[in-house]
């Protein structure tokens, strides 16, 4: 996934790179820094003391060594001072330039923590605005895979006033009468499931469900024009012929919809594919297989990436095999952004990391 975020201790993931917050000295220290060193081992420090250090706002490179990252990114943060020492241009020049010199060394996936957002006493709100910026820009115009580590979740400040709006929205959803109550639901999928040639003419039971064959007395009652058992054959080649008739018109699969409401929107793939933060390759294969069965969360991208309204994103989920429920959070939180007509799909993906959900996206 082109743009991701997730939990935990950069110094453990198996990516190219990995950023270090560091100081201008480049010999260590404490936060994400000291956590680095104590992974890569000595061999780090021994390094990166004949690299001469590095001004705010730079980045230099250095192997991995012990680490399961190949290299290290170190980058030098500014010390929050009120915001009048040009803090937020140093912000973002440290995300811009580790970008540049993972991209100049080839690599296809680097981690980030939350840089000057500890020790640094940044704001934490205001750090990862500039982290998604700076990252956002790099990708529209770079192939590559770059997650934001959030060590603590306290350090992960989205928007308050976003966060309640959802609250409220998700209470609403769970104390209103379910759209779709289980009972009626079920009921409703029975009926669906039992379709007409199975079902015996004005109101009666449905004998059997479609995909359930007939025992012989069951087949004989509800063809009555058969009679007798040796007709089971007839009704079971009947049957069949009538089944391969209905996969042969299947209406229109997710990959062709997807394609269809490309066109109709007059966007490029390209731009299609990078305001769903899914990545060229992944969408080539969707793109060359018309019966390519996408994840949820990759089918909602796309509906978020096509500003897609509510009925039509529920319309293309349907075709991945999916629908919107007011029983999950996941499902509530699309649907709130959905219905507000709010298609940013990263602070889609904000709220959805709040609540521990999955992202939006793929590849
Ligand atoms: N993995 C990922 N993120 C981490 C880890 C870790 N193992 N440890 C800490 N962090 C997070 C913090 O929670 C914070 O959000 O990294 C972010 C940056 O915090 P610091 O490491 O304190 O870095 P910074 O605020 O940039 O201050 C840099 O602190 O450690 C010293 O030598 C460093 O002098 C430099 C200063």
Redesign the pocket.
């Known amino acids: 996934m082109p743009f991701s975020m997730l939990q935990?201790?950069?110094?453990t993931l198996k990516v190219d790179a990995i950023v270090n917050?560091?100081?201008s000295s480049l010999l260590?220290?404490?936060?994400?820094?000291?956590?680095i060193h104590r992974a890569a081992g000595p061999a780090l420090r021994e390094y990166c003391a004949g690299l001469g250090g590095c001004r705010v706002g730079q980045a230099k490179g250095s192997p991995g060594f012990d680490l399961p990252a190949k290299w290290v990114i170190h980058t030098v943060?500014p010390i929050w001072q009120g915001g009048s020492q040009n803090e937020a241009a140093l912000l973002a020049a440290c995300y811009r330039n580790a970008l540049a010199l993972a991209a100049e060394s080839g690599c296809s996936s680097v981690a980030f923590?939350?840089?000057?957002?500890?020790?640094?006493?940044?704001p934490?709100d205001q750090a990862l605005a500039i982290a998604k910026q700076e990252i956002l820009a790099f990708l529209a115009k770079h192939e590559m895979d770059v997650t934001l580590?959030?060590?603590?979740k306290s350090?992960f400040q989205p928007s308050r006033s976003l966060i309640s709006e959802l609250t409220a929205y998700w209470e609403r959803c769970s104390s209103a009468a379910p759209t779709f109550p289980r009972e009626a639901g079920l009921a409703a999928s029975v009926a669906v499931l039992s379709t007409p040639d199975t079902q015996e003419t004005t109101n009666k039971k449905p004998c059997f469900s479609s995909h359930s064959r007939p025992s012989a007395k069951q087949a004989a009652t509800c063809n009555g024009a058969l009679g007798h058992a040796d007709n089971l054959a007839e009704a079971d080649n009947c049957r069949s012929s009538e089944l391969e008739a209905r996969l042969h018109s299947l209406d229109e699969s997710f990959s062709q919809m997807l394609l269809r409401k490309i066109d109709e929107k007059g966007v490029s793939d390209a731009a299609c594919y990078k305001r769903a933060n899914v990545d060229r390759k992944l969408f080539s294969k969707i793109r060359s297989d018309p019966n390519y069965r996408p994840s949820k969360p990759t089918a909602i991208a796309f509906a978020v990436a096509l500003e897609l309204p509510l009925p039509e994103a529920r319309e293309l989920l349907m075709k991945a095999g999916f629908a919107l429920s007011h029983s999950n959070k996941f499902d509530v939180i699309i649907e709130y952004f959905l219905s507000t007509g709010n298609y940013d799909i990263y602070q889609i993906n904000e709220a959805l990391f709040a609540f521990d959900q999955a992202l939006l996206g793929a590849g």
């Open positions: 935990g201790d950069i110094t917050a560091a100081n260590g220290g404490g936060g994400v820094d000291g956590a943060g923590p939350l840089i000057s957002a500890g020790a640094y006493g940044y934490k580590v959030i060590y603590d350090s």
